[in-house]
């Protein structure tokens, strides 16, 4: 497994457990959130690199306001 699907299995996995241990901190959720997304854009620029025989390492983090600015 990738290094960002394990990242992205821990945050889930985190979540998941929040929500389910009771009161939520809205403030770790939403940072969570913003950290899924920054994961699944960065898979999905690599993709994107591989599909189109590009360097996939030259993919990048990208900053949250990028990320949560995309529409679903």
């Known amino acids: 497994m990738s ?3 394990e ?3 821990a945050l889930v996995d985190e979540e998941h457990a929040m929500r389910n241990a009771g009161p939520v901190d ?3 959720l ?3 959130e913003v950290l899924l ?3 699944w ?3 999905r620029q690599r993709d994107a690199k591989r599909e189109f025989k590009q ?3 030259a993919a990048h983090v990208r900053d949250a306001s990028t ?3 995309y529409q679903q």
Do not use: N, S
Request: net charge negative; with cysteine.
């Open 55 to 57: 360097d996939q390492q």
């Open 30 to 32: 939403a940072h969570i």
């Open 3 to 5: 290094d960002e699907l």
């Open 37 to 39: 997304d920054q994961c």
């Open 41 to 43: 854009d960065l898979l």
């Open 26 to 28: 809205p403030d770790r």
């Open 7 to 9: 990242r992205i299995k």
């Open 67 to 69: 990320v949560e600015g």
